[in-house]
């Protein structure tokens, strides 16, 4: 695994006619480059340079290489990674037992967050990147992000909203192979500084005033101890649910349901009056 010279680098790039021979030219230099600034890390790790016999008398040195395989956006990467005797290495340019470099992990996590299937990811990423991806290495990835996703659920709230939007909406997903309908329970909150906020998102398969008083439960489990008002649709059973946990909140209907729910007894060819299509254009 060479280092290009200066000289080498130039003569290469006066070569480069098409974009193919730009990208080949990278996928030259990532291996290279990526172990040179593992040896600079082992390097600094020591505190001496490579073949200084006195550095020794520090009480580590190194202890060879370990194969590597980095998978990334440019492609496949073979590296020699440098050890140390007293195994206390921590590399940062590749760290241990990362086989997928961080971008290539988001990539992955966003086309699997948007419904895509191991297989058409693998497929997607060998097309692309010319790079495999096993369904292994995807339940891997996504599953780091597991620990934030809780994190994030049952982060503490504040004690007081002034205005709480509640809603269920409903979703077309993939799950165990089939495209199935859930509900995501949705509470969109504003601050007392007037900031919105999502205080959550909860999956359910359909919407009950039963599994909102869980919710609204839950809610005040993290902190929060008054809501002033409740901005709700015509579920039954809602408002009930809500006084139960929030008795003091007072519960209004919100106006985009009320619209909705008033036009849908309309026939097509009666006319709506200015009113009616100014709220629906303004809060669509």
Known sequence: MKILSYEEYQEKVKNLRTSKDVNNFLKELVAPTLQAMLEAEMTDHLGYEKYQAAGRARGNSRNGHSEKTLKGNLGVAELRVPRDRNGDFEP??????ETVESGMEEKIISMYAKGMTTRDINAHMQDIYGV??????????TDKVQPLVHEWQVRPLNAVYPIVYLDGIFFKVRSEGKIVTKCSYTILGI???????LLGIWLAE?????????VLNELKNRGVHDILIACVDGLAGFPDAIK????????????VHQVRNTIKYLSCFDNISPYYQFVICFFD
Do not use: R
């Not at 495999?132 to 990835?141: K, L, Q, T």
């Open 244 to 255: 139960a946990v929030f008795p003091d909140a007072e519960v209004q209907q919100c106006i």
């Open 132 to 141: 495999d991806v096993s369904s292994a290495m995807i339940s891997s990835i």
């Open 206 to 214: 359909s919407e009950g005033a039963k599994f909102w008083l869980q």
């Open 92 to 97: 940062v340019a590749v760290k241990k037992y």
């Open 191 to 197: 601050t007392q500084d007037g900031m919105k906020e």
